[in-house]
């Protein structure tokens, strides 16, 4: 079975299409040494430069923590800010313009544990101090599911957890923005905790975490329509933004990863089409992003093919619309200028 690798990816190519528009990347990531089983093992300035110039008009990228590079030893909530002060330094080496003219890294989403409460503050201090001009806010997971075949990544109903509410607001307060995973069920869990911090800006990511395998595989007639509805309460919400990406992960139950040759945009494009134009139907697209979520979703296909499918999901949208996907909402959400 193939198991992705750019040898594989080089299978499936076809042109770029519209590579005059505008992109900002909201959701990538950088390691060394990743110590998963991965094809790439090695992700940083020059395999980002490889994927982000193959075509499109990529102008910007903004860099989501993935607990690489942490410092060894100190005070354990402050081991993350390792990982701020090593991609401040990617950034500022991918700004001279060595490595294209994309300003990669141009914002920088970091960990804190927002269940410290109040104490989150000198950790989140201690991060901005790392990177004053790029730090934009943090990601910190809410993944929790009953059943014990899924992988928990938080505590159970750490969304209405006081601590982690104070922690929220605190980060709020700050000018940060929170990124966050959770898997779709949780999703009601979301939209009241929105509801409960209005002021913190929230970046939902990959679509809400459809998952469709374990438990959840074969099922779409029950859980498609428990997505959509979390979807929606969510969208309610004025300050979630939604990223419309994420889905090449073997767990949203597409098989693109197995094959003897990778998917192309137009197929892809079909079937993304439901789940992103649903996203887009209940945010609008002033506050939807699309997203790589490079290198986990390189697992399914290449970056040149997945922005094709995104440009042809979209097609139907305005020239204002489209540019608010493809870039304006990310910029504004994460501060980035242009």
């Known amino acids: 079975m193939p198991f992705g690798g750019n040898d594989w990816l080089a299978l499936t190519q076809e042109p770029t299409l519209e590579p005059e528009l505008p992109i900002c990347d909201p959701h990538h990531h950088f390691w060394d040494f990743r110590p998963v089983r991965l094809p790439y093992q090695r992700y940083l300035l020059h395999e980002l430069a490889a994927d982000i110039g193959s075509g499109h008009n990529v102008r910007s990228t903004v860099f989501i923590e993935t607990s690489s590079m942490y410092r060894p030893d100190g ?86 957890d006081a601590n982690f509410r104070t922690g929220a607001r605190t980060l709020a307060q700050m000018g940060l923005s929170l990124d966050t995973t959770l898997y779709f069920p949780q999703l009601p869990e979301l939209a009241d905790f929105a509801k409960a911090v209005p002021e913190l800006t929230i970046v939902l990511n990959h679509i809400g975490g459809l998952l469709r395998t374990g438990p959840y595989g074969s099922r779409d007639d029950e859980v498609l329509p428990i997505w959509r509805m979390g979807i929606a309460a969510v969208a309610e919400c004025p300050n979630v933004n939604v990223k419309l990406g994420g889905v090449g992960q073997p767990r949203y139950g597409f098989d693109w990863y197995a094959r003897d040759e990778p998917v192309g945009s137009e197929e892809l494009a079909g079937a993304l089409d439901p789940f992103m134009n649903y996203c887009i139907e209940q945010f609008g697209p002033d506050r939807c992003m699309f997203e790589s979520n490079f290198p986990p979703d390189k697992f399914s296909y290449s970056y040149n093919v997945l922005f094709n499918a995104f440009k042809r999901l979209s097609k139907d949208y305005s020239t204002s619309e489209r540019a608010a996907l493809f870039h304006d909402t990310a910029t504004r959400v994460y501060r980035i200028d242009v």
């Open 75 to 160: 005070p354990e909530e402050l081991r993350s800010v390792g990982e701020v002060e090593f991609v401040q330094g990617l950034a500022a080496a991918s700004a001279s313009g060595l490595y294209g003219p994309a300003k990669a890294a141009a914002a920088i989403v970091g960990k804190a544990n927002l269940n410290l409460g109040e104490a989150v503050k000198p950790v989140l201090e201690a991060l901005q101090a790392a990177s004053p001009n790029r730090f934009r806010g943090i990601r910190q997971s809410a993944a929790w599911d009953s059943d014990p075949s899924v992988e928990d990544r938080a505590p159970q109903g750490q969304l209405s």
